[in-house]
């Protein structure tokens, strides 16, 4: 009774060693190296051999005991090998068949004799291998990966196919963790392997490929006034200061800028000089002209005269009075850098800023050209602002330019105007963002391709 225990717990060591050695292996070969000679040690037998399943591909004997590498021109490997294909083709029952209280993965070795073979397998039998063997397949999930075939003088007992049972699988285990990966797509084409699986995907797809979806686009967008007044230069001058800074609020009345007087007053003063020469010119005539029928024919020439320099006067004096000018109505002064408005020449009309309200604001999109779609006033867009990630405001196109002009980026693009809909906030004026343009419904396929399609057709020109 002692000598069975020591017997049983030295198979037990020896079945915890070839476990050990099979996860340490470091690639297949010597895996399959471990397997058909070390096996030896805890089920004796005289000849095994390792056949690896090809999947779709008829397989091949990968190893074989007593021998380094296995030539798969030799005589007894190509018997062998045909002797798998028979096995896994007569036997496949032993690769779903599993005990109800099994692990997955567990697989009864089954034993078998030339008998389960055809004849002219049978025939060479007594020449390679003696009278029994043992088939043990090894499975994964369903799938088989290959079998090991033993082969000895006596039978196979329970207690030997318990103990290769259990080592299966631990080489299961091992043969998984040293297969490559695979990779997506070839999961993909793996989970497509089964023609029904293949067909309705494929169906799925195509008819995925006419699911309706909105077409949008994507185009900068910037808030800006709506409906502002514009402050343009009264005169033709130099802008001597700006009494505003960019984005102040003013009322009406506020002085805005200056223009430099120094040419106005130049002239308004000599305007006066001139008003009051011919205004004593005159004084002058009219009291001679009492005395003097000459002078009298004079008057009417220095009157004339003294009312041109008045009105020179007059003209004067007001011009210089236009060069201070005030807000006409409140608002917010929108203009850039006032260093680049100070000792600026301006011409008369040309725009020096902006008053507009705060709370009467609107959008201004650029429509690349590149991404130009079918958008009709009344169409809804969508600014996301870049300084509030997480808030966004809706819009109805108003009017759609119908030429494209240049872009402060060079782009060229259609100007959209749109006004905010909605009871809620306003965003601030000025604020920068990206507008997703809403256009017709279309083909998903016309979607995923429409950009590729317009791209290609620039390039054959058709």
């Not at 993965?105 to 397998?121: H, I, K, M, N, S």
């Not at 025939?123 to 799938?143: F, K, M, N, T």
Request: aromatic share 8%; net charge neutral; charged share 20%.
């Amino acid at each position: 009774m002692t000598g069975n225990i020591h017997i049983e717990a030295s198979r037990l060591a020896l079945l915890w060693q070839l476990s050990a050695r099979a996860r340490a292996a470091a690639n297949e070969a010597a895996l399959a190296f471990t397997i058909v000679n070390e096996t030896q040690a805890l089920v004796p037998y005289r000849q095994a051999a390792w056949w690896r399943a090809g999947g779709a591909l008829p397989g091949a004997v990968a190893a074989v005991s007593g021998l380094p590498q296995c030539d798969p021109g030799a005589p007894y490997v190509q018997w062998l090998g045909a002797v798998c294909r028979i096995l896994a083709r007569q036997l496949p029952e032993q690769a779903s068949v599993q005990p109800s209280d099994a692990v997955p993965g567990y697989v009864q070795p089954r034993p078998f004799a030339a008998t389960d073979l055809p004849a002219e397998l049978a025939a060479d039998w007594g020449e390679w291998w003696p009278a029994h063997a043992l088939w043990l397949p090894l499975v994964d999930s369903q799938r088989v990966m290959g079998a090991i075939v033993f082969a000895r003088e006596e039978p196979f007992g329970a207690h030997d196919t318990v103990l290769l049972a259990e080592l299966a699988q631990v080489w299961v285990h091992a043969l998984r963790a040293l297969e490559p990966h695979a990779s997506s797509f070839a999961r993909a084409s793996n989970a497509l392997r089964k023609g029904k699986l293949r067909k309705r995907v494929l169906i799925a797809l195509a008819l995925a490929c006419f699911a309706p979806v909105p077409l949008s686009v994507l185009a900068p967008g910037e808030v800006t006034a709506k409906d502002p007044f514009v402050v343009r230069s009264p005169l033709d001058g130099v802008i001597d200061r700006l009494d505003v800074q960019p984005n102040q609020r003013v009322s009406a009345g506020t002085p805005l800028f200056s223009l430099d007087a120094t040419t106005l007053a130049s002239r308004n003063a000599l305007a006066r000089k001139n008003f009051d020469a011919a205004q004593e010119e005159y004084r002058q005539t009219a009291q001679l002209a009492v005395t003097d029928d000459k002078d009298r024919l004079d008057l009417a020439l220095k009157k004339g005269k003294l009312e041109a320099s008045a009105v020179e006067l007059d003209y004067a004096a007001a011009q210089l009075a236009r060069l201070h000018v005030t807000a006409a109505r409140a608002g917010v002064a929108v203009f850039s850098d006032p260093n680049d408005w100070n000792g600026r020449a301006v011409s008369v009309g040309e725009k020096v800023m902006l008053l507009a309200d705060p709370a009467h604001v609107e959008l201004t999109a650029y429509l690349p050209v590149a991404e130009n779609v079918e958008v009709k006033p009344g169409s809804t867009l969508t600014l996301y602002p870049k300084s509030s990630p997480l808030v966004s405001y809706e819009a109805r196109i108003d009017t759609i330019a119908y030429r494209a002009e240049p872009t402060a980026d060079g782009v060229l693009a259609y100007r959209i105007k749109a006004s905010f809909i909605g009871d809620g906030s306003r965003p601030a004026l000025g604020m920068m963002g990206t507008t997703r343009i809403h256009g017709r419904w279309v083909p998903l396929a016309y979607y995923l391709l429409r950009r590729p399609l317009a791209t290609l057709r620039q390039w054959l020109g058709w």
